[in-house]
């Protein structure tokens, strides 16, 4: 799509794979024995290697952040607001590393992969996978590209989860952290999407308790509603009734006239579900979701957070937003506290917002400001 | 108007716990961090401010005032600051309670609306007064609990509040007057309160 690649676009990057032959023990107590992480680099590495800086994704997410893969792309990476020279994650200052996690279904080693022990794909046999378990995947990428420390890992939703296990896990090797519409822990209410969504995934007679793949199937209708349900929580109530309102795409209410109607609304749901079920594992989107559900930052501090905390030595930035509902203001503020009542540094900005979680990667001025401002303060 | 910060830093103990409330710009934060090295947080709601508080790299966290200060604990830092937003406050006595509640101490300025070019300004012209120092009209002014030093001491009499030492300081004139009769000539009083 574009004619010309943006200046300050990262331009056309190629995605690496690495192959990790030393076992990963999981949190679930199953072991990986080898695995694939693929990643995508964008910038330079410095001398020191001080300039590193990790992108942790969010549940649909995957290593292509920034710029474009060919010059038939339609669209840039997903974050590519964000990263990219003169950007907030400046690559003329940062080396700045992406991968797509473990369990995923864009390249790193998932359900859809193969099983060395049986030659066939996992399928549902991959084991459930952890945040705890990506950051130590990560950390092991870290080791091959020869990243001691990272100057910054960030992320937004599921990927803030992760910045925060890496403060607790390694806090030697990360020296800020950007957490940004996430939470300690999901609600109940987050939860119940979620669990909502993997239903609609199992319910799917294309399902086969998730062996789909050997049955030659794939439940699109199960996943199209599952991302239909992410999606409309996602949103704000004021954001989609701006983009849609009652329009209507097709029929009218005309008196005497039985034509189906059909409201906007509706149409680019199905459009969002079907495309999403085209390119998303169901067993990956089950992993993730589960992954989401599990993570409480505190649960083995006395499901006390201030004393999670005191394991943590980077400073951080907690961004929220103010319209979003599915990772709420009041999510951020705990973390914030948190973090004062372990004396940590921390730098906290609620943006202003009409566009719900989704506002994490839309561009936005002030957003930018105060991620760019913070992130022109790191020391490389 | 700017308070002397030298005024201020006498008061804090080095390497304490400082919360700044209406940090504006950061710049009393970064000079009590570099001048005596607290550990130091700053509450702020203006964007602007925000963005001069990260540049400094200062601990800064977007929190309105007039919610409370619910989320810290008792007695969690060892100072407790607030500089000229006393009055711009809805409930400048409650948010004085919570000050006192989470800070062993507190540091609180404010502009005496006792001042004598206030009074003047009132009483010969009948209006509520605007000055270089005040630039605002009774309608679009953020300072809407103005009040005196005489004020401020009786609330503090009315809610236990200790007064272990109080500094006027005139930017604009007044300065042997301001020691005679400060709620006269006074300018800015720095308050240092405990419970």
Redesign the interface.
């Known amino acids: 799509m574009p004619n010309e690649i943006p200046a300050d676009s990262v331009g056309l990057v190629t995605p690496q794979t690495h192959h990790f032959t030393q076992p990963l023990l999981l949190a679930c107590g199953r072991t990986l024995d080898e695995y694939e992480l693929v990643y995508e680099t964008y910038g330079q590495l410095n001398a020191a290697k001080s300039n590193a800086v990790l992108i942790c994704h969010a549940l649909s997410g995957h290593h292509h952040a920034a710029g474009y893969h060919t010059l038939d792309d339609k669209r840039p990476g997903w974050w590519d607001a964000y990263i990219g020279p003169g950007k907030p994650i400046d690559t003329n200052k940062f080396f700045v590393v992406s991968l797509n996690n473990l369990g995923g279904c864009h390249g790193s080693t998932g359900p859809r992969s193969i099983n060395p022990a049986t030659g066939k794909p996992w399928g549902a046999d991959f084991p459930m996978v952890r945040v705890r378990d990506w950051v130590a995947s990560q950390a092991r990428l870290a080791d091959v590209l020869g990243i001691e420390t990272w100057a910054a890992v960030i992320g937004g939703s599921l990927g803030g989860m992760q910045v925060m296990r890496w403060a607790l896990d390694y806090p030697q090797r990360i020296r800020h952290a950007v957490v940004i519409a996430s939470a300690l822990k999901l609600s109940a209410q987050n939860i119940a999407f979620n669990e909502a969504a993997r239903k609609a995934i199992v319910s799917d007679p294309n399902f086969f308790d998730g062996d789909y793949l050997a049955h030659n199937s794939i439940p699109k209708n199960g996943l199209a509603v599952a991302r239909m349900i992410g999606h409309i929580t996602y949103l704000s109530d004021f954001a989609m009734g701006e983009k849609f309102g009652r329009d209507l795409r097709r029929g009218s209410f005309e008196l005497g006239n039985d034509e189906p109607v059909e409201f906007q609304i509706e149409s680019y749901l199905r459009y969002q579900g079907d495309s999403f079920a085209n390119t998303f594992d169901a067993n990956s989107y089950i992993r993730i979701t589960k992954a989401l559900d599990y993570f409480d930052l505190a649960r083995e501090y006395n499901d006390d957070p201030v004393n999670a905390f005191k394991q943590a030595s980077a400073k951080f930035l907690v961004i929220s937003f103010s319209t979003d509902w599915r990772f709420a203001p009041e999510r951020s503020h705990e973390i914030v506290n948190a973090l004062v009542g372990a004396n940590r540094a921390v730098t906290y900005a609620e943006i202003e917002s009409k566009h719900g979680h989704d506002a994490f990667l839309l561009p936005d001025e002030r957003y930018q400001q105060v991620f760019g401002r913070y992130l022109a303060g790191v020391s490389v | 108007m700017r308070i002397d910060l030298n005024e201020i830093q006498s008061w804090i103990k080095q390497n304490s ?1 400082v919360l700044d409330l209406g940090c504006g710009d950061g710049t009393l934060l970064k000079f009590l961090i570099d001048n005596k090295q607290v ?1 130091g ?1 700053g509450l702020e709601i203006d ?1 602007a401010q ?2 001069l ?3 400094k ?7 309105n005032l007039d919610r409370g200060l619910g ?3 008792d007695k ?1 830092f060892d100072t407790v600051i607030m500089t000229q937003a006393l009055q711009t406050l809805h409930f400048p006595h409650l948010v004085l309670d919570e000050m006192l509640r989470v800070g062993k101490e507190c540091i609180v300025t404010f502009p005496n609306f006792g001042h004598w070019k206030a009074r003047f300004y009132l009483a010969t012209r009948g209006r509520m007064p605007v000055s270089d120092l005040l630039p605002f009209e009774w309608y679009n002014t953020p300072n809407i609990h103005f009040c005196t030093f005489k004020d401020f001491e009786v609330l503090c009499r009315e809610r236990n509040i200790k007064v272990i030492s109080r500094q006027v300081v005139n930017e604009v004139s007044g300065q042997t007057l301001k020691d005679l009769m400060p709620n006269l000539f006074g300018e800015t009083a720095i308050y240092h309160l405990s419970k």
């Not at chain 2, 790299?57 to 929190?63: D, F, R, S, W």
């Open positions: 716990r550990q947080y964007a925000i963005n508080c990260i540049d790299g200062l601990n800064v966290i977007e929190q989320n810290f604990a969690s």
